[in-house]
């Protein structure tokens, strides 16, 4: 079995190079999974593959069974988990098709589930989260984009929205005076779960529109739509070096 899972957002619901070798329907007692998880391979790795969104992209942020999906896939024995997220560039350095390898989050996400302990929490159930990504598993990233000459910002904080609306420009004049570089939905809790169970987590971030109140763009829906098919087939890109070199990590 393999021990690499990528999950996929918002662009990146299926990956069309993956070779299917089995699909996994798996209950946990958080509930069921955002899909089945598909476990293929590509050349002669194996990697696991969930669309957080569910398979038509029909899952709201705020609704995500992040439990489940970080559980089950953990159950299936694999160690590692890569995010695929497409989010809102609020510096100026990431400005739409720019793909960013966050090193920090700023958590404005409320009444998610957010523990795998919620219910029977013990004092030895906290964990250290002073570094949410891990940073072997964010180097291995930066290394695959680097074989595929595709560039990356190596570090910024990704501040993690309640969604499903976008935001005011005032919410995000707000995050940028935190020092939140992007913005997204589905950052949280999903890296936290990862932690609470040990798996390596790392976020690969696309830059599909500049957040609320940044653009001269009328429309940061119509940006979105004109950036994410592109951005993702470099994420694709990335993602098949980073399945391929993930047997000598
Ligand atoms: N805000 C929040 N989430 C997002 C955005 C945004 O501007 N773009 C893509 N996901």
Redesign the pocket.
């Given at each position: 079995m393999s021990e690499l899972a990528i999950i996929g957002g918002?662009g990146l619901s299926k990956m069309d190079k993956l070779v299917v070798v089995s699909k996994h329907n798996i209950e946990t007692p958080f509930g069921s999974t955002s899909a089945e998880i598909i476990e293929a391979t590509l050349d002669d790795q194996t990697v696991l593959f969930l669309p957080r969104h569910g398979e038509k992209h029909t899952i709201a942020p705020h609704k995500i069974n992040y439990r489940a999906n970080l559980w089950a896939l953990h159950s299936l024995g694999i160690r590692k988990v890569v995010a695929v997220?497409?989010?809102?560039g609020i510096s100026a350095n990431a400005g739409p098709e720019t793909l960013v390898c966050p090193d920090q989050i700023i958590d404005y996400t409320y009444g998610r589930e957010q523990s795998f302990f919620s219910d029977n929490f013990l004092a030895e159930h906290h964990i250290d989260f002073t570094h949410p990504y891990t940073e072997s598993l964010r180097k291995q990233v930066l290394i695959a984009a680097r074989k595929n000459d595709i560039s990356i910002i190596d570090n910024g904080v990704y501040g993690a929205?309640q969604?499903p609306r976008?935001?005011t420009a005032a919410e995000i004049k707000r995050m940028a005076q935190d020092g939140c570089n992007l913005?997204?939905?589905t950052g949280m809790p999903e890296a936290a779960l990862a932690r609470e169970l040990g798996l390596d987590y790392a976020c690969c971030a696309l830059v599909?529109?500049w957040?609320?109140g940044l653009s001269e763009q009328d429309s940061?829906l119509s940006e979105?739509e004109q950036t994410i098919e592109s951005g993702m087939t470099l994420v694709e890109q990335l993602l098949t070096t980073l399945i391929k070199q993930s047997g000598s990590a």
């Open positions: 918002t997220a497409a989010v809102g929205t969604g976008l935001e913005v997204g939905m599909v529109n957040a609320a940061i979105i």
